[in-house]
C-alpha cells in the first residue's frame, strides 16, 4: 500500500524566499506530524495534527514557519523569508489514531537554503 | 540537556558480530521507548518497540529497558553490512499524550565484511 509521500524530494531556495512542503500522509492516519532533521542530527519535532485541528506547535522555530492541514488529510509546511538555518531535511510522519505508537515516517523534503 | 542522548559513535564491528546502542533519556516518568533505523538519505524506519522493563526480543534485534537508570539499550546479533544505518532512539514523554517524540543524535553503525 501507498506510505507516507512527500513533495518536492529536494528544493533549492535563496535566502528571503517562501516555500511550501507538502505532505500526503496514509490515507485514513488521523494524526500527522512534522520534524526537522538537520545534518548530523536526530529528528526535532515542529507541529502535531490531529485531522484538522493543528494540537501542537510548540516545535515551530519561529514565526516564519506555518503549518496546515485544511481537510485533515494532506498537509503543507510553509518557511517564510527562508534563512540559511532553515537548511535541513523536513520529514512528515503520520499515525492512524492518535494513541497508536507507530509513526510512519515519509522519505522527507530536503531544503537547501543559499 | 537533551531528553534522549546517545553515544553517537560512529561505531564499527565485524560481520557475525553483537551490536551494542545505548540510550539515556532525563524524563523520569517517559513512558514508551523506540529505536528507529535511518539509511542514509532515507527516512527514519521503527524497528523496535518497548513499554516494560526488561529485553524484547524480534529476530537479531533485543531491545533492554532499565527505567530506573533512565537507560534503553539495542542488541543487533549477527551483525550484517546490511545493517550499516545510523540508529535513532525516540522516547515519548509522560506528558506527551499527542504522541510527540524526542530523538537522540542517532548512532552511525559500520559492519564490515
Known amino acids: 500500500g501507498a506510505g507516507v509521500s512527500q513533495s518536492p524530494r529536494y528544493k533549492v531556495a535563496k535566502r528571503g524566499q517562501d516555500v511550501a512542503l507538502r505532505c500526503d500522509p496514509i490515507?485514513?492516519?488521523?494524526?500527522l506530524f512534522w520534524y526537522q532533521q538537520a545534518l548530523g542530527q536526530g529528528p526535532e519535532f515542529l507541529t502535531y495534527?490531529?485531522?484538522?485541528?493543528?494540537?501542537?506547535k510548540s516545535g515551530l522555530p519561529s514565526d516564519r514557519f506555518f503549518a496546515e492541514r485544511p481537510e485533515g488529510s494532506v498537509s503543507t509546511l510553509k518557511i517564510q523569508r527562508t534563512q540559511q538555518e532553515d537548511s535541513a531535511v523536513y520529514l512528515c510522519?503520520?499515525?492512524?489514531?492518535?494513541?497508536?505508537?507507530?509513526?510512519?515516517f515519509g522519505p522527507g523534503t530536503r531544503l537547501l537554503v543559499l | 540537556q537533551k531528553e534522549v542522548e546517545q553515544n553517537s559513535g560512529p561505531l564499527s564491528v565485524p560481520e557475525g558480530a553483537i551490536a551494542s546502542l545505548n540510550c539515556t533519556y532525563s524524563?523520569?516518568?517517559?513512558?514508551?521507548f523506540f529505536w528507529y533505523r535511518q539509511y542514509s538519505g532515507k527516512s527514519p524506519e521503527l524497528i523496535m518497540s518497548?513499554?516494560?522493563?526488561g529485553d524484547k526480543e524480534d529476530g537479531r534485534f533485543t531491545a533492554q529497558l532499565n527505567k530506573a537508570s533512565q537507560y534503553v539499550s539495542l542488541l543487533i546479533r549477527d551483525s550484517q553490512p546490511s545493517d550499516s544505518a545510523t540508529y535513532l532512539c525516540?522516547?515519548?514523554?509522560?506528558?506527551?499524550?499527542?504522541?510527540?517524540?524526542?530523538f537522540g543524535r542517532g548512532t552511525q553503525l559500520t559492519v564490515w565484511p
Open positions: 490515507s485514513g492516519h488521523v494524526s
Open positions: 525516540a522516547v515519548r514523554n509522560r506528558g506527551s499524550t499527542l504522541g510527540r517524540l524526542y
Open positions: 524524563d523520569r516518568g517517559s513512558q514508551s
Open positions: 510522519a503520520s499515525s492512524l489514531v492518535p494513541t497508536q505508537e507507530t509513526q510512519y
Open positions: 518497548i513499554y516494560s522493563n
Open positions: 495534527f490531529q485531522n484538522e485541528a493543528q494540537l501542537d
